[in-house]
Nanobody, 124 residues
């Protein structure tokens, strides 16, 4: 049974930082591209960042470029999202997802497994 478990969310003031983690089990982690998505209240789920299976290629949505960094540790079956200079508009539930693809993707339907999400709230 595949499980993706996110952690590290919380309440932070604008300008602060958080580091999200996503621990994977039940799959060959190193064969999956990993992504972070987010969903704010009343809005659709949107792509935030992705990383390929060896960690050599990353992709970010424009609004988080320069502030967020995605990384992975295949030995620990874990993907991270370091979020700096947080803004109130970053407030959302953040989800990690795994895609059995060679290349990274921004398309949610191309991800095979999803975590349950972790809440990030940025106060102004």
């Amino acid at each position: 049974q595949v499980q993706l478990v996110e952690s590290g969310g919380g309440l932070v003031q604008a300008g602060g930082s958080l580091r999200l983690s996503c621990a994977a089990s039940g799959l060959t982690f190193s064969r999956y591209a990993m992504g972070w998505f987010r969903q704010a209240p009343g809005k659709e789920r949107e792509f935030a960042a992705a990383i390929n299976w060896v960690g050599s290629i990353t992709d970010y949505r424009d609004s988080v470029k320069g502030r967020f960094t995605i990384s992975r540790d295949n030995a620990k079956n874990t993907v991270y999202l370091q979020m700096n200079s947080l803004k109130p508009e970053d407030t959302a539930v953040y989800y990690c997802a795994a895609a059995r693809t060679v290349t990274i993707t921004r398309i949610p339907s191309q991800y095979d497994y999803w975590g349950q999400g972790t809440q990030v709230t940025v106060s102004s």
